[in-house]
């Protein structure tokens, strides 16, 4: 069993830059990947990132490539989302997710149906 829990979403203005940041208890040593999805108002959950946790292999959706990079920090089961020249299109409810299953399709890591656990989110507001 994995929890995950979310920080470092606010309000920022267009421009600016956030670090979200997601630590992971319980039976950490299980993980195989982590990954941070969205929800806008009124729009259903999309992928944004997600990485392989032992190898550090990194997965971007298209909208996000170049302004956002997603880390690890293996020692203490946290991973962060450095969002930088946030847009008010970036606006929403930022989730984190992980999984301890193998996903060997690299399609499954765009998928949210690709995670098993899930935290309340975080909000991040970018005001124009």
């Known amino acids: 069993q994995i929890q995950v829990v979310e920080s470092g979403g606010g309000l920022v203005q267009t421009g600016g830059s956030l670090r979200l940041s997601c630590a992971a208890s319980?039976?950490?040593?299980?993980?195989?990947?982590m990954g941070w999805f969205r929800q806008a108002p009124g729009k259903e959950r999309e992928f944004v990132a997600a990485?392989?946790?032992?190898?550090?292999?990194?997965y971007y959706a298209d909208f996000v490539k170049g302004l956002f990079t997603i880390s690890r920090d293996y020692r203490y089961s946290t991973m962060y989302l450095q969002m930088n020249s946030l847009k008010p299109e970036d606006t929403g409810v930022y989730y984190c997710a992980a999984t301890t299953t193998t996903i060997a399709a690299g399609s499954r890591w765009y998928a949210s149906s690709g995670f098993d656990y899930w935290g309340q989110g975080t909000q991040v507001t970018v005001s124009s």
């Open positions: 990485i392989e946790w032992s190898g550090g292999t990194t």
């Open positions: 319980g039976r950490t040593f299980r993980l195989y990947g």
